[in-house]
C-alpha cells in the first residue's frame, strides 16, 4: 500500500499562484506515474496532471495546460504541482494519486488510480 500525503492548499485570489506537494511512503517500487486531480463540490473528480516516473514525462488537462506545472523527485518519491494564473474555476478539493498502469495509454480516470491522498483544499476568490 502506498500512502500519500499533499500539502499546499489554500486561499488565493485569482491571478495568484499556489504550489501544491505529495509525498509518497510505503509500497512505492511500483509507481508508475504520480496524478493530480480534483473535485468541486457536486462535480466528478477530474484529471489535472500526471508526471511519469521514469522519465520525468507530463501529461495534461487542456484547461491548465498553460498554467500549472507538474514536477517530481523520484528519489524521494515528491511531487509538486505549481499552480500560476489561478481562476475562480480552479476551486477545488486536490487530490494526489498513483498507478502501476502505463500512463501514456490509459484513460486517466479515477478508476486507474489505485492509491489515494487525503485532499487539499485550494480555494480562488475572484
Known amino acids: 500500500q502506498v500512502l500519500l500525503v499533499e500539502s499546499g492548499g489554500g486561499l488565493v485570489q485569482a491571478g495568484g499562484s499556489l504550489r501544491l506537494s505529495c509525498e509518497a511512503s510505503?509500497?512505492?517500487?511500483?509507481?508508475?506515474?504520480m496524478a493530480w486531480f480534483r473535485q468541486a463540490p457536486g462535480k466528478e473528480r477530474d484529471f489535472v496532471a500526471a508526471?511519469?516516473?521514469?522519465?520525468?514525462?507530463?501529461y495534461y488537462e487542456d484547461s491548465v495546460k498553460d498554467r500549472f506545472t507538474i514536477s517530481m523527485d523520484n528519489t524521494n518519491y515528491t511531487a509538486w504541482l505549481q499552480m500560476n494564473s489561478l481562476k475562480p474555476e480552479d476551486t477545488a478539493v486536490y487530490y494526489c494519486?498513483?498507478?502501476?498502469?502505463?500512463?501514456?495509454?490509459?484513460?486517466?480516470?479515477?478508476?486507474?488510480?489505485?492509491?489515494w491522498g487525503q485532499g487539499t483544499q485550494v480555494t480562488v476568490s475572484s
Open positions: 494519486a498513483v498507478t502501476d498502469l502505463p500512463i501514456a495509454t490509459i484513460t486517466r480516470a479515477p478508476r486507474h488510480f489505485d492509491s
Open positions: 510505503g509500497r512505492t517500487v511500483g509507481i508508475a506515474a
Open positions: 508526471v511519469r516516473w521514469r522519465d520525468g514525462s507530463t
